[in-house]
């Protein structure tokens, strides 16, 4: 299984240097991908901004979107071009996850109605891959940069059917959400399902995402900071810090509760933005 670590992109106050410096140490100590967490009403960085500045402060990790709320940005065309962008940048280390977001405060702010989602994610991701593929779009021909020799690579996120249904039709994968590993069987399962239907013989790649502290008070610096993010969510906010991997002992006993479900790659989010982080991290699960 393949071990990934989250940029702390989503940690209100997180400074351009550590994200920068973050990304480096990620880099050099052999962890498989960087991820980021979409968010539109939140002090947060917006994902393909950080892992553009990601992209230019690395070498060989892959850039992750875990997940990418595709419905908020209403030019798909648009999108398709940022994300064909960071591509070619990247040197075709752009993993886009999607995923079709639940909150309503972003889609008040952003005039998009939460209940069109599903049928604006299906046209996003119908464009984008039609764009990728060099179809014409106006008098220039295609909307580049020209990425038809090796597009970005999709996953999809979320636990509806039509999650899977998606992620057999335009994407190499699925990813499940910050929950345990025995949550991850049933929708792995429905994820190979998808694709067999779909008569894809390739096995789909499937992914999951955690927290973790390696902080000195590793309670309180999930409760500032996890706790925070989910706040929105009241009592359950408080289920999730306590779900939180505290300490290098519950951080390798996740690593091994996801490897006995078949993850193919697990990626660990921070509770602090300290970039030393990185380096205990890695000591312990690399």
Same mark, same amino acid.
């Given at each position: 299984?393949?071990?990934?670590?989250?940029?702390?992109?989503?940690?209100?106050?997180?400074?351009?240097?550590?994200?920068?410096?973050?990304?480096?140490?990620?880099?050099?100590?052999?962890?498989?991908?960087?991820?980021?967490?979409?968010?539109?009403?939140?002090?947060?960085?917006?994902?393909?901004?950080?892992?553009?500045?990601?992209?230019?402060?690395?070498?060989?990790?892959?850039?992750? %979107?875990?997940?990418?709320?595709?419905?908020?940005? %209403?030019?798909?065309?648009?999108?398709?071009?940022?994300?064909?962008?960071? !591509?070619?940048?990247?040197?075709?280390?752009?993993?886009?996850?999607?995923?079709?977001?639940?909150?309503?405060?972003?889609?008040?702010?952003?005039?998009?109605?939460?209940?069109?989602?599903?049928?604006?994610?299906?046209?996003?991701?119908?464009?984008?891959?039609?764009?990728?593929?060099?179809?014409?779009?106006?008098?220039?021909?295609?909307?580049?940069?020209?990425? &038809?020799?090796?597009?970005?690579?999709?996953?999809?996120?979320?636990?509806?059917?039509?999650?899977?249904?998606?992620?057999?039709?335009?994407?190499?994968?699925?990813?499940?959400?910050?929950?345990?590993?025995?949550?991850?069987?049933?929708?792995?399962?429905?994820?190979?399902?998808?694709? &067999?239907?779909?008569?894809?013989?390739?096995?789909?790649?499937?992914?999951?995402?955690?927290?973790?502290?390696?902080?000195?008070?590793?309670?309180?610096?999930? !409760?500032?900071?996890?706790?925070?993010?989910?706040?929105?969510?009241?009592?359950?906010?408080? !289920?999730?810090?306590?779900?939180?991997?505290?300490?290098?002992? !519950?951080?390798?006993?996740?690593?091994?509760?996801?490897?006995?479900?078949?993850?193919?790659?697990?990626?660990?989010?921070?509770?602090?933005?300290?970039?030393?982080?990185?380096?205990?991290?890695?000591?312990?699960?690399?």
């Amino acid at each position: 299984m393949d071990i990934g670590i989250g940029l702390p992109t989503t940690i209100a106050g997180t400074t351009g240097e550590q994200v920068v410096e973050w990304a480096r140490r990620a880099d050099r100590a052999g962890f498989s991908s960087l991820g980021t967490i979409d968010r539109l009403v939140y002090d947060n960085y917006e994902p393909l901004i950080a892992l553009a500045g990601a992209a230019g402060a690395t070498e060989r990790i892959r850039l992750l %979107t875990s997940v990418l709320l595709t419905p908020l940005r %209403t030019n798909a065309a648009l999108l398709a071009k940022q994300a064909a962008s960071l !591509q070619k940048l990247s040197d075709g280390r752009l993993v886009l996850g999607m995923g079709v977001g639940g909150r309503d405060d972003d889609f008040d702010a952003s005039g998009v109605p939460m209940a069109e989602r599903g049928r604006r994610m299906d046209e996003a991701l119908a464009e984008m891959t039609a764009i990728w593929a060099g179809e014409e779009r106006g008098f220039a021909g295609a909307i580049g940069p020209d990425v &038809r020799d090796k597009p970005p690579s999709v996953i999809l996120g979320g636990g509806a059917d039509a999650t899977f249904r998606r992620a057999a039709q335009y994407g190499d994968g699925w990813v499940l959400g910050g929950q345990p590993p025995e949550a991850f069987v049933e929708p792995r399962d429905k994820l190979r399902a998808s694709f &067999r239907e779909a008569d894809r013989s390739e096995r789909p790649r499937a992914l999951a995402i955690t927290y973790f502290s390696l902080d000195d008070d590793p309670e309180s610096q999930a !409760q500032a900071t996890i706790g925070d993010y989910y706040s929105f969510l009241g009592d359950y906010a408080e !289920q999730i810090v306590g779900y939180v991997a505290k300490g290098e002992d !519950q951080i390798r006993e996740r690593v091994r509760g996801f490897e006995a479900v078949e993850c193919d790659e697990l990626i660990l989010f921070p509770s602090s933005p300290d970039p030393d982080q990185v380096d205990k991290l890695a000591a312990a699960v690399l």
